[in-house]
């Protein structure tokens, strides 16, 4: 399995948020654990968001940054993972004090201790800038991205509610990214349309878009995004929570691929969606019965699209084979 698209807050275990409350002496609620979860009745991308504030808590110390990058892929690796970009933006850690590179440096540290010992398993992080935030507040994670390159980061993104803060706002904040020669990733058309996108890849210099549902598919995009060989990184289950899309059927997967438009399957927030890149690629095989070359295609689109080096992916495209048959009944096994 692979996720080029998965939000470390988003994505807690509940052991995770017993540990770290424990340590902190934090209150979890009398609803816990159903309150890391979002409601059935969500209503909107910022109702989604607003599962992020009890993990953002437990998230404001060097131990506990560590603590759960760690976490995270160990888990994801006793899963069966071969590969993963973890996504956080270090701004959101600075509560208690810490400046964003000492979020930035104990990811690393919990990354490369994780890492360690692990056969047929790597990982990245991607800095997030976000949208509710200007530039001076925005530019260090930029910054540390090129600082941090040999250290684990493979690229910068930008998230946060779309509706309100339109791309284009963050067209110098990018521009240092391409200056310093940065992977490139954008949230975009999940909550708005194929502007946004665009915007993402024109001005933005995005090389992947985060979601995309809503990408018009005229041949002028069409175009575009195939020539400049842009990948969208799907995340079906939190488009649903988020009202973002109506259902799994309206997934645009075969239409994007009829097109060209090259799809990845992620999970976008493993606790707050309540999900796997497994349970999402068993939802998209129960609508559009994927066949085992489907989903080697798939997955194939992750590895090239992936922020990861030559060699990684070149391991990588021979451990899908390898794999693949496994994994292909995984998703079967529920029909």
């Given at each position: 399995m692979i996720d080029l698209h998965l939000h470390l807050d988003g994505s807690l275990s509940v052991d995770d948020f017993k540990f770290l409350a424990e340590q902190q002496k934090v209150d979890l609620g009398e609803d816990f654990p159903n309150n890391i979860y979002v409601n059935s009745d969500c209503k909107s991308l910022e109702e989604y968001l607003e599962r992020f504030d009890l993990p953002l808590k437990l998230l404001q110390d060097e131990l506990s940054i560590g603590y759960a990058v760690s976490s995270l892929i160990n888990r994801l690796y006793e899963m069966g993972y071969i590969y993963a970009e973890i996504r956080f933006a270090p701004q959101l850690h600075t509560q208690k004090g810490m400046s964003q590179e000492d979020v930035v440096i104990a990811a690393c540290a919990g990354l490369k201790s994780a890492l360690e010992g692990k056969k047929d398993f790597y990982a990245g992080l991607i800095l997030c800038a976000m949208r509710q935030s200007d530039y001076d507040?925005?530019?260090?994670?930029?910054?540390?991205?090129?600082?941090?390159?040999?250290?684990?980061?493979?690229?910068?993104?930008?998230?946060?509610?779309?509706?309100?803060?339109?791309?284009?706002?963050?067209?110098?904040?990018?521009?240092?990214?391409?200056?310093?020669?940065?992977?490139?990733?954008?949230?975009?058309?999940?909550?708005?349309?194929?502007?946004?996108?665009?915007?993402?890849?024109?001005?933005?210099?995005?090389?992947?878009?985060?979601?995309?549902?809503?990408?018009?598919?005229?041949?002028?995009?069409?175009?575009?995004?195939?020539?400049?060989?842009?990948?969208?990184?799907?995340?079906?289950?939190?488009?649903?929570?988020?009202?973002?899309?109506?259902?799994?059927?309206?997934?645009?997967?075969?239409?994007?691929?009829?097109?060209?438009?090259?799809?990845?399957?992620?999970?976008?927030?493993?606790?707050?969606?309540?999900?796997?890149?497994?349970?999402?690629?068993?939802?998209?095989?129960?609508?559009?019965?994927?066949?085992?070359?489907?989903?080697?295609?798939?997955?194939?689109?992750?590895?090239?699209?992936?922020?990861?080096?030559?060699?990684?992916?070149?391991?990588?495209?021979?451990?899908i084979d390898l794999k693949l048959n496994d994994f292909y009944q995984q998703i079967i096994k529920e029909d």
């Open positions: 507040t925005n530019l260090p994670a930029i910054i540390l991205a090129e600082r941090y390159k040999k250290h684990g980061v493979v690229a910068v993104d930008l998230a946060g509610p779309e509706a309100f803060h339109e791309g284009n706002y963050y067209k110098d904040l990018f521009q240092e990214a391409k200056n310093r020669n940065l992977n490139i990733t954008i949230h975009a058309g999940e909550a708005c349309g194929s502007e946004e996108v665009m915007t993402a890849i024109n001005v933005l210099g995005a090389k992947r878009i985060g979601h995309g549902v809503h990408l018009d598919l005229s041949h002028r995009n069409v175009v575009d995004v195939t020539q400049k060989n842009i990948t969208f990184e799907f995340c079906p289950t939190s488009n649903l929570q988020t009202t973002s899309l109506e259902s799994y059927e309206k997934v645009p997967l075969k239409e994007f691929d009829r097109f060209g438009v090259k799809v990845c399957i992620n999970s976008d927030n493993m606790t707050v969606s309540n999900t796997s890149v497994l349970e999402e690629y068993r939802h998209l095989h129960k609508v559009f019965n994927l066949q085992k070359y489907e989903v080697r295609h798939f997955l194939m689109n992750s590895i090239n699209a992936s922020f990861a080096s030559l060699e990684q992916k070149n391991k990588l495209l021979k451990l």
